[in-house]
């Protein structure tokens, strides 16, 4: 059987059958992916709580475990994809990819990195700096003071910046340091078949289908 394509089946379709779930649990798409990877095919979800703050979108291993299991279901039943593949859901990540006008509005004040089809004004292609506030259809950059502000049509990628804040040296004999560090680094591991392992820089449920 040849590898499934990416026009092979509508991910619209799959949208759909996946929104009660989402809903289910209290939590909203933020992205759909199809991809081939080293490992094969893999349908990834990211999602967020609704209402959620922060960067992360406020989503849990447990949360990811959880829409991981019931999402596997949904599509078995539905049979909507016709090969073998890896199931990942996930969450934004605290260096979240920014897709829309809203998202760059959402997250005004917050440090982005913002990659450019064509030069800004000043000649850069990649600027990182605060997002300002910008007019519709333009997006605005604070770069070392100076305000850049590109059409949101040259934007060919941006994502937030995660920043590590300064934490004291915690004094001989208090452990409360070391083990919030152990904790952040496990979110950061590897995800292995089991789902709510956590990867990279999310959350994530993983399963394998078919």
Same mark, same amino acid.
């Given at each position: 059987?040849?590898?499934?394509? *990416? !026009?092979?089946?509508? &991910? ?10 989402? /809903?289910?649990? #209290? @939590? =909203? +798409? ?7 990877? *080293? !490992?094969?095919?893999? &349908? ?10 922060? /960067?992360?979108? #406020? @989503? =849990? +291993? ?12 949904? &599509? ?135």
């Amino acid at each position: 059987m040849e590898p499934t394509t *990416r !026009a092979a089946f509508d &991910l619209g379709r799959v949208r759909d059958a996946v929104a009660p779930v989402l /809903a289910s649990h #209290g @939590v =909203t +798409l933020v992205d759909l992916e199809w991809t081939t990877e *080293r !490992a094969g095919w893999t &349908l990834r979800l990211t999602i967020e709580r609704e209402g959620a703050a922060d /960067a992360g979108g #406020g @989503v =849990t +291993l447990e949360d990811c475990a959880d829409v991981s299991r019931d999402v596997s279901s949904v &599509l078995d039943v539905e049979d909507l994809i016709p090969n073998h593949y890896n199931l990942e859901v996930s969450s934004p990540g605290l260096d979240r990819r920014l897709r829309t006008p809203a998202e760059f509005v959402r997250f005004l004040g917050k440090t982005a990195k913002v990659k450019l089809s064509r030069p800004a004004p000043d000649g850069q292609r990649l600027l990182r700096g605060e997002l300002l506030q910008a007019p519709e259809g333009q997006v605005a950059v604070l770069v070392d003071g100076k305000r850049i502000e590109v059409p949101f049509s040259d934007v060919v990628e941006a994502r937030l910046v995660f920043e590590l804040t300064t934490q004291p040296k915690p004094k001989k004999g208090q452990r409360q340091g070391k083990e919030t560090a152990k904790e952040s680094g496990q979110a950061r591991r590897s995800a292995g078949a089991a789902p709510g392992s956590a990867s990279g820089r999310s959350e994530r449920g993983s399963e394998k289908r078919k």
